[in-house]
Structure formats: structure tokens, C-alpha cells
């Protein structure tokens, strides 16, 4: 567990980080990024860790992938490559760069790690877990498999490398459906979010898809009922919910899909209203490139996710941790499931 009075001592003795109004001045083309969400003084803040961070990366040949719910301070201020979860497992294969700071939760650090075992892979905390993640077990794979015999196991990427090592294929909520109608045999397992694969199997009728009892803490909280009234009071709004919630939910939406989906589709439709029911940081990290749309509705955060600050950043680069291993063996099982995913979603694209 990080010791927050040791990291801010040491982060105070090696950097200038007190909020420069100055520097926030000199950095503008930075802030214009995310300047209708993060006001002046607040970005007066980040200021002096972006710069460092920035710095840093350099000095210390790092490359930062963060996800699509970072905040617009990482996601606009640090970031070299931001994505979906597929999108960060892809353009991890691609990294050069000798360290990777994984901003976004354990299991994407670990996909990282899995695709790129010489490689050092940092997290900035190490407690940026995922309900889904934690909900299963290899153990668990088993005995679905015991359950199913014969049944492919398609397993989310927000799992454990014990898990995807169990696995047949890995999936995300961009190649979800076309995952499983890909697979062979009549039953499909999917692991571990019983509502991604609740609405997989309506998009796939073909294939018997059964389920492990997973959810996500942030997308379940969502109710149809809550849509339906925001509607109600409003019907113009363009409604976009990403497929971790129910499917009640999905169902009273317009579009649903994976967090960079939804980017996409807003970008693409430029509705005057949209409610994005998925992470805070996804309207947020939008803002200011879509200045015409209003962004309405409520927002669940990812408490794990939000473990990932400016200051855990620096601190990682700083000091090199907190360094993320997987047990070779372990790794290289799983590799054979992420990189079947990633090469089914290069055909699917096609
Ligand atoms: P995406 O693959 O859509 O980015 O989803 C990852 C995630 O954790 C959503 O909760
Ligand atoms: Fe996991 Fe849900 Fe957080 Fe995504 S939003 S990391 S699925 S807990």
C-alpha cells in the first residue's frame, strides 16, 4: 500500500509541484483541452506534474497508455496513447518505448505485461482492482467448463492472467458478439460479466451463451427506470450506454458499445444533448472537442480507475514502481488468449 506522507516528501524534494498560475498560463494549449471541465486554478495544480511527468517520460524512455475513464488531467495532460480496452491491448504490441505506465486498473497493466514480457510495466497503484476482475477465479473457469463440457470459454479482458490463462479467447465489449459467433459448438461460456454476456446473446441468437454471476459496480448501479424518466423530462437526449449494464438498460438506450464507441458515435452524430451512462470521465474527457453537446444524466465513478492520480504518476516514474509481474508460464498461456482476440478483431474488422 502506498505511503502517501513518504511519496509526497519525496516527490516534494525532487520537484518545483506548488500551483503555478504562470506556468498554467505558459501551458495553455494543454488546458484548452480540457479547459470547460477543469477550471483555471485547478489546472494551475496540475500544471507543475504534467510538466514533470512529461519530463520525465523522456528522460526515462516511458510510454503512458491510459484508458478512456482517466481524468482530463492524465487523459489530455500525460497521456501518449489513449483507448478502449482493446484499443490499449493492440497498441500495447506496439510499444517501443522500454517502460510502460499503465494508467487504468491492474488488469489492463497485466495484458500489457502479457504482451510484453521484457518490458517494464508500471501501475501507479497497485490497488487499481476491477469488480469484474475479482469476481472470478482459474478455479472458477473449471468448473463452468465442468458444467459445459466441450463449451468454448470466452473470457472478458477485465480478468485476472490466471484467468485468461484458463481460457480459450479473451474478448472485449468492442468484439464481444463477433467473438462468440466466431466460436464453434452451439454453447458459448463467457466469463465474467453476466451482462455483458446477457446482451452478447441477443445480438448472437445462434449460440447458447451461458454466464459467470460477475458484474461491474459502476455499470450495474444503472436502472431502465432511470432512462425512461430522464427521457421523459427530456426527449431529445441521445442516450449511449455501454454494454456492462443490464440489459434493460442497453434496451432503453440509442447506441450502446465500448467506452471508445461511444466516443466514436458521439463524435460522429454530434447530438445536442447525450447522456453517456457508463464512467464519469467519459463525457469530461469530450468536452471541450464536442463544445456543442450537452452533456446530461447522471455519472457513476470507478473508485479504482480514480486510484490513478497525477501524483501516483510521477511518483511511479519517480521511483520506477510499482512494477507489475505475471509468473512466465501463467503469462505465456494467456498470451495465446489475448492474441487470438486480437487477431480475430483484425479479421472481424476486415
Ligand atoms: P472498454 O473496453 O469499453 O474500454 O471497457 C473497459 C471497462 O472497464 C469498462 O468498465
Ligand atoms: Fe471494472 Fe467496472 Fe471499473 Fe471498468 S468501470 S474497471 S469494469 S469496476
Same mark, same amino acid.
Given at each position: 500500500m502506498l505511503d502517501f506522507a513518504a511519496m509526497r516528501a519525496t516527490l516534494a524534494e525532487a520537484y518545483d509541484l506548488a500551483p503555478s498560475l504562470t506556468l498554467a498560463e505558459e501551458m495553455r494549449d494543454v488546458h484548452a483541452r480540457m479547459e470547460r471541465v477543469v477550471t483555471l486554478p485547478d489546472f494551475a495544480r496540475y500544471?507543475?506534474?504534467?510538466?514533470?511527468?512529461?519530463?520525465?517520460?523522456?528522460?526515462?524512455?516511458?510510454? #503512458?497508455?491510459?484508458?478512456?475513464?482517466?481524468?482530463?488531467?492524465?487523459?489530455?495532460?500525460?497521456?501518449?496513447?489513449?483507448?478502449?480496452?482493446?484499443?490499449?491491448?493492440?497498441?500495447?504490441?506496439?510499444?517501443?518505448a522500454q517502460? #510502460?505506465?499503465? !494508467?487504468?486498473?491492474?488488469? +489492463?497493466?497485466?495484458?500489457?505485461?502479457?504482451?510484453?514480457?521484457?518490458?517494464?510495466?508500471?501501475?501507479?497503484?497497485?490497488?487499481?482492482?476491477?469488480?469484474?476482475?475479482?469476481?472470478?477465479?482459474?478455479?472458477?473457469?473449471?468448473? +463452468?467448463?465442468?458444467?459445459?463440457?466441450?463449451?468454448?470459454?470466452?473470457?472478458?479482458?477485465?480478468?485476472?492472467a490466471e484467468v485468461k490463462a484458463a481460457s480459450d479467447v479473451c474478448c472485449t465489449s468492442s468484439n464481444a458478439a463477433q467473438i462468440v459467433a466466431a466460436?464453434?459448438?452451439?454453447?458459448?461460456?463467457?466469463?465474467?460479466?453476466?451482462?455483458?454476456?446477457?446482451?452478447?446473446?441477443?445480438?448472437?441468437?445462434?449460440?447458447?451463451?451461458?454466464?459467470?454471476?460477475g458484474s461491474c459496480i459502476v455499470h450495474e448501479q444503472y436502472t431502465a427506470q432511470d432512462l425512461r424518466d430522464y427521457r421523459a423530462l427530456h426527449p431529445d437526449t441521445r442516450i449511449i450506454a455501454h454494454p456492462e449494464c443490464p440489459p434493460s438498460v442497453v434496451a432503453e438506450?440509442?447506441?450502446?458499445?465500448?467506452?471508445?464507441?461511444?466516443?466514436?458515435?458521439?463524435?460522429?452524430?454530434?447530438?445536442?444533448?447525450?447522456?453517456?451512462?457508463?464512467?464519469?470521465? +467519459?463525457?469530461?474527457?469530450?468536452?471541450?472537442?464536442?463544445?456543442?453537446?450537452?452533456?446530461?444524466?447522471?455519472?457513476?465513478? !470507478?473508485?479504482?480507475?480514480?486510484?490513478i492520480t497525477l501524483e501516483k504518476i510521477l511518483f511511479s516514474l519517480h521511483t520506477g514502481t510499482e512494477e507489475v509481474f505475471v509468473d512466465p508460464e501463467i503469462a505465456a498461456r494467456a498470451r495465446v488468449a489475448v492474441e487470438r482476440m486480437i487477431e480475430l478483431s483484425r479479421k472481424i474488422a476486415k
Open positions: 500544471a507543475p506534474y504534467i510538466r514533470a511527468i512529461n519530463r520525465l517520460k523522456h528522460e526515462k524512455n516511458a510510454i #503512458i497508455l491510459a484508458h478512456n475513464y482517466m481524468t482530463p488531467e492524465i487523459y489530455h495532460g500525460v497521456a501518449d496513447v489513449v483507448g478502449d480496452s482493446l484499443q490499449l491491448a493492440i497498441e500495447a504490441t506496439k510499444v517501443e517502460t #510502460i505506465v499503465q !494508467c487504468g486498473v491492474h488488469f +489492463m497493466a497485466e495484458t500489457s505485461k502479457i504482451l510484453n514480457p521484457s518490458k517494464t510495466v508500471l501501475i501507479p497503484d497497485m490497488e487499481a482492482g476491477c469488480s469484474l476482475a475479482e469476481s472470478i477465479t482459474a478455479e472458477g473457469v473449471a468448473q +463452468m467448463r465442468a458444467k459445459y463440457p466441450g463449451a468454448p470459454v470466452v473470457s472478458y479482458v477485465n480478468t485476472t466460436m464453434e459448438g452451439d454453447t458459448v461460456i463467457m466469463t465474467p460479466d453476466q451482462y455483458l454476456a446477457q446482451n452478447v446473446a441477443r445480438q448472437v441468437p445462434q449460440k447458447k451463451v451461458v454466464w459467470w454471476a438506450a440509442d447506441f450502446s458499445g465500448s467506452t471508445s464507441g461511444i466516443i466514436d458515435y458521439v463524435t460522429r452524430e454530434h447530438p445536442g444533448r447525450a447522456m453517456l451512462v457508463t464512467e464519469c470521465s +467519459m463525457a469530461s474527457n469530450i468536452a471541450d472537442a464536442l463544445p456543442e453537446v450537452e452533456f446530461v444524466g447522471p455519472c457513476n465513478m !470507478c473508485p479504482y480507475m480514480k486510484k
